[in-house]
């Protein structure tokens, strides 16, 4: 069994920056790909960003892009996202994800794990 906790989301003006942690206890991460979602409300889940378990292969949704940095520390067990530039749209409630694979998924049903998000408020 994983737990996930996410911690770092908050109250930020558009161009600024946040970062959001993700730690694991339970069993180590290194095995597994890991990912960040993010549900606005009203909306589905969507996929933001993935990491494969060595940190060698990230894949990002294409909004974010240039601004978003997936990283992991498996020593810590734990995945960070760096959000930069920040836009009213990226508003939402971001989940962190560990997958059953050691790969990048880009898909809801890969992962096994989730945590219990975190808010990000992005004010124009």
């Known amino acids: 069994q994983v737990q996930l906790v996410e911690s770092g989301g908050g109250l930020v003006q558009a161009g600024g920056s946040l970062r959001l942690s993700c730690a694991a206890s339970?069993?180590?991460?290194?095995?597994?790909?890991m990912g960040w979602f993010r549900q606005a409300a009203g909306k589905e889940r969507e996929f933001v960003a993935a990491?494969?378990?060595?940190?060698?292969?990230?894949n990002y949704e294409n909004s974010v892009k240039g601004r978003f940095t997936i990283s992991r520390d498996n020593a810590k067990n734990t995945v960070y996202l760096q959000m930069n530039s920040l836009k009213p749209e990226d508003t939402a409630v971001y989940y962190c994800a560990a997958a059953s694979g050691p790969s990048v998924y880009m898909q809801r049903a890969a992962y096994d794990y989730w945590g219990q998000g975190t808010q990000v408020t992005v004010s124009s």
């Open positions: 339970g069993r180590t991460l290194s095995s597994k790909g």
């Open positions: 990491i494969g378990r060595s940190g060698a292969i990230v």
